[in-house]
């Protein structure tokens, strides 16, 4: 599933980032990585999201979560 079909509250694991390398650069450095727990905050219709990852919120746009895959929502 991607990130952008989760539920507010929900919990996920991230599982594959296919987006361009500088962005995944980005989200590396702030913690998001394969394997990282994520916490759906608040989200928009338009599919922007925030998001907890290890005690970060971070706000993600549509592009940005419609390319992150995750699965074993909680």
């Keep these: 599933m991607k990130l952008n079909e989760m539920k507010t509250g929900g919990v996920v694991t991230v599982k594959q980032m296919e987006l361009p390398s500088a962005t995944m ?4 450095a702030l913690g998001m990585t394969n394997g990282t727990r994520v916490k759906i905050l ?3 219709k338009s599919g922007s999201m925030i998001v907890s990852v290890r005690g970060t919120r971070l706000a993600l746009g549509n592009r940005i979560t419609e390319a992150i895959l995750v699965g074993g929502e909680e």
Aim: aromatic share 0%; net charge positive.
């Design 25 to 28: 650069m980005r989200l590396k």
């Design 42 to 44: 608040n989200r928009k």
